[in-house]
């Protein structure tokens, strides 16, 4: 059964909308393992700042049935389907790692690319998953981290979610 990893982002009632996402991927795939939450600045435009964190799970469905989840769980927590890459949103939740699967489909691409872009990606993904290795370059998640060129990052480590 592979282990997928999420990316949870927030920067509307954010203090609503990460603790509800993570009792719904609960309801939805069982135990989950997660990061500390790290508040960060937006990418890509002005705005209020994201809580962003990853949660891990285990699952037999398929990687396009998570995703489809995924986006019904966004839409759920009042995520338009018109929204930009680059805006405020209620919850972004992208299925960012599957097992060790390489996937170019469409929409559905795996691993995403921002694990090696984002510190707010990276970051958390290696607080809880140091050893795994990345499906492509092979490297572990924690020394992924530590060649991560982190002067533009700008977050702050916050406290585990309770779930």
Known sequence: MPTGYISIGSNINKEIHIPSSLAALR???????????YES???GFVGDSFYNLIVAFESELSAKEVAKLLKQIEVDHGRSSQSQKFSARTLDLDLILY??????DGRLQIP????????????PLAEIAP??????SKLSYAALWRNFDKRD??????????I
Do not use: C, M, W
């Open 99 to 104: 097992g060790d699967q390489i996937i170019s």
């Open 131 to 136: 050893n795994q290795t990345h499906p492509v």
């Open 41 to 43: 600045e937006p990418v």
């Open 27 to 37: 309801d939805t795939f069982g135990e989950l393992r997660v990061s500390s939450i």
């Open 112 to 123: 995403r690319d921002e694990i090696e872009r984002y510190a707010f990606v990276l970051e």
């Open 153 to 162: 990052s700008h977050q702050t480590k916050l406290d585990k979610p309770a």
